[in-house]
């Protein structure tokens, strides 16, 4: 017990809260990794510090899916990608990973004293959402947030729900062909609109549910939802003769994407070929700055992006699960779009980030100590992320 009791008190310092979850702690240098078993007494209350209650904690960060992949794995609590940063109270979410509104539901974003005693409600105080990119895994949720969200709290929203993803990615990628392979063409879906943006993802998302949509507005009195959330989609700086299949992610500076009177956030473009639009996403609030990576291989727009940033929250790809891959192609293929474990600790260092926190963690079920390899070539701290861990900014 007695490095839990060691490493409680350096979470005690941190003040890194996990609601209903024990905080089990491997420290190993300067390196700590946490992790949350839903239902345990946390190891804060072991040494005498009770935990803060939900939504009472400050700007932060929240962790609500800590999984990459369209993959439910097996042996985890981890969900989808999706976390969100709490700037005055307000909500934004960084992408919509299988879980995100249930687990949104189980963070309780909502300060104490808005909080309703049967707990009904949740998503009132979310301001913006935002979107890396459109892989499923990142997306699965999106309109669950709308059609759920309205009877959780989303339609006592204080103004209209933001929504920023990428556009439409203008033309369709090669058919990936490993060498010695025969290339066979799948078939196009949707051909009119092969490579649909967040505005047009979501308008046939509305189409689809249109008898929900409709009944919940007729019978059930629910108001209009396109009152609630406004979707735009996000216009990269390119150069001249940009061609997505060449060079997804040319060098850029950091642009604006939104700005409210609690956060200011900035993109850029990062490498998860073919996929593109991918972004990165910088947050600055009066408390602090957290930089999310999105998927992508090292990225120096990225670093660039996260430049002295307090939490790099980064994409992060087993050594295991690469080499799992049938062949050379195959891995090649992998590392051309994720950062491996033993990488990502040298983007936070180049970037000087002063916390990298490890999420969209593929597998899902990685041991932690596999993952410990991130702390190479990083002298900061290193938070192997959980669900539903929160990391205080400390302005
Ligand atoms: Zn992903
Ligand atoms: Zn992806």
Same mark, same amino acid.
């Given at each position: ?151 959780? %709290?989303?339609?006592?929203? +204080?103004? &209209?729900?933001?929504?920023?993803? $990428?556009?439409?990615?203008? #033309?369709? !990628?090669? /058919? ?64 001249? %003769?940009?061609?997505?299949? +060449?060079? &997804?992610?040319?060098?850029?500076? $950091?642009?604006?994407?939104? #700005?409210? !009177?609690? /956060? ?132």
């Amino acid at each position: 017990m007695s490095e839990t009791t060691s490493a409680s008190t350096k979470l005690s310092r941190r003040s890194l809260l996990g609601k209903s979850s024990t905080i089990a702690v491997a420290a190993a240098g300067s390196a700590w990794a946490a992790s949350c078993d839903t239902g345990s007494e946390s190891a804060a209350v072991e040494d005498g510090t009770a935990p803060a209650s939900p939504g009472s904690q400050g700007d932060r960060l929240v962790l609500l899916g800590t999984g990459g992949g369209p993959i439910w794995w097996p042996g985890t609590d981890r969900r989808g990608f999706a976390a969100a940063v709490v700037a005055n109270e307000k909500v934004y979410l960084i992408d919509c990973g299988a879980g995100v509104g249930e687990r949104l539901k189980q963070a309780y974003l909502v300060p104490p004293e808005k909080q309703k005693p049967d707990r009904s409600g949740g998503l009132e105080q979310l301001r913006g959402v935002f979107l890396t990119h459109l892989h499923s895994d990142h997306t699965i949720d999106y309109f669950n947030l709308f059609l759920y969200g309205w009877f959780n %709290g989303l339609r006592d929203v +204080e103004s &209209p729900v933001d929504v920023y993803g $990428p556009g439409r990615r203008g #033309e369709l !990628e090669p /058919v990936f062909t490993p060498p010695g392979k025969k290339a066979s063409e799948p078939p196009v879906i949707n051909p009119e609109n092969p490579t649909p943006g967040t505005v047009d993802m979501t308008e046939y998302l509305y189409q689809a549910y249109a008898l929900d949509v409709n009944d919940r507005m007729r019978d059930g009195g629910q108001p209009n939802l396109r009152d609630l959330v406004h979707v735009h989609d996000i216009d990269p700086p390119l150069p001249q %003769g940009f061609d997505p299949n +060449e060079t &997804p992610a040319p060098s850029m500076d $950091p642009f604006l994407v939104h #700005e409210d !009177e609690n /956060v200011r956030v900035t993109a850029t473009l990062v490498d998860h070929r073919p996929m593109f639009p991918a972004f990165g996403f910088r947050f600055d609030t009066p408390s602090g700055s957290v930089v999310f990576s999105g998927d992508t291989c090292r990225s120096e727009n990225l670093i660039e992006l996260a430049r002295d940033c307090d939490l790099l929250v980064h994409e992060v790809i087993s050594w295991d699960y690469i080499n799992r891959a049938s062949s050379p192609a195959g891995r090649n293929h992998l590392l051309q779009s994720h950062t491996p474990v033993d990488q990502v600790g040298r983007v936070a260092a180049d970037c000087g980030a002063r916390t990298l926190v490890l999420a969209h963690i593929v597998p899902g079920n990685c041991p932690d100590e596999k993952l410990l390899a991130a702390q190479e070539g990083y002298t900061g701290e290193l938070v192997i992320g959980r669900d539903l861990m929160q990391i205080p900014l400390r302005g």
